[in-house]
């Protein structure tokens, strides 16, 4: 019997959320009993956390009474390998229309920056979910995991319309050294929800500098001045977006005890923008030693099992609510040496104090 076997009748759920940490080209993943959890890393300076939970599966079996154990081990094995993202994407897209894969992250930011933002909520019987089986816009088909144990390929065989597609993907011996970007969440000193367009918005704007960096300025909310700032100044220029509490539909959460500032590669920042394009909400959070975690939440398609969902209404022809998935980016800032380096270089006094250690 294989160590793990999971059917999926919903491929493009997958495609959008594993591509959302796509920039790098092999990512880490842990099988468990409670889901399938990819981390992708860069450098040991930006990382991508993304967990697929079992009930995105139509039928999720894991089996770790297969896998070899050391008898002077006192705990079962988890398996854990690499694979090539890019070859996963590939095959998962076999299954996806390209035009609705392509069109999904567009149309979330070309919409009207003054209308109601999304809760998550399917209003009046109109598909406002990026997963909504309404505009998948794609063919019926299922694709099934497979996988013995380690050293054996993960398997996909994709079912569509009486056509059996399989594609072995090679595994790889996970890095050793390769852990989780510590983040405090127990030390907390900057906690923001807001809506991610807005995030994409200010982003896009200070690239137009060509700045390598930005820097994110926080303020206790008693402070009458805006509340969160994002800066950023290069060869072409500088720009700084403000953000102030009291406006209408923008920060949703604030809690700021104390004053931070701290920089962050612009270019990694933007490899978040895929999540952007997608989620319904951003929590931007710092911890005690200034690691940046931008937690994407993603609707996805509800009963994915045929099941009702615990979230859904009693009532006679409500919408239920949509679940949701996370997807959580890490950064480590730029140390005051790093930054006094840059200024040097590029003439520019931008961030060149101090970093104060906030989380949020």
Known sequence: MAVFNA???????????????????????????????????ESRVMQGLLFLDKDLFTTYHYNPTQLRVDSSEDEQPVPVFQISLPALLETLQILVSPDSASNSSRDRFNRDSTTEPRNGAIRGGAPTNAFDTRILDMPAGLCRFHYEGPGDSLRLILEEANVITTANLTTYEPEEAAEDIPFNR???????????????????????????????????????????ALSAAGPLGSATVEFAKDAPQLLETYQVPKRTR???????????????????????????????????????????RGQPSSNSSTGGGAAPEPAVSFVDFRFVPYVPEELAQLDDEDGSSEGGNGISGNSL
């Open 186 to 228: 127990g030390a907390l000193a900057l906690k923001i929800i807001m809506r991610p367009a807005w995030l994409y918005d200010a982003l896009n704007e200070l690239g137009s500098t060509g700045a390598e960096r930005v820097t994110l300025s926080a303020i206790p909310d008693t402070a009458d001045s805006p509340k969160l």
């Open 7 to 41: 059917v999926s009748s919903s491929p493009r759920q997958l495609f959008l959320l594993l591509r959302c940490i796509s920039f790098v080209p092999k990512v880490q993943v842990t099988i468990s009993s409670e889901g399938l959890r990819f981390s992708a890393e």
């Open 262 to 304: 701290n920089s962050y590669k612009y270019s990694m920042l933007k490899a978040a923008a895929r999540a952007m394009a997608i989620a319904a909400k951003v929590s931007i959070r710092g911890d005690d030693q200034d690691v940046l975690s931008l937690q994407f939440m993603i609707e996805v398609h509800n009963d994915i």
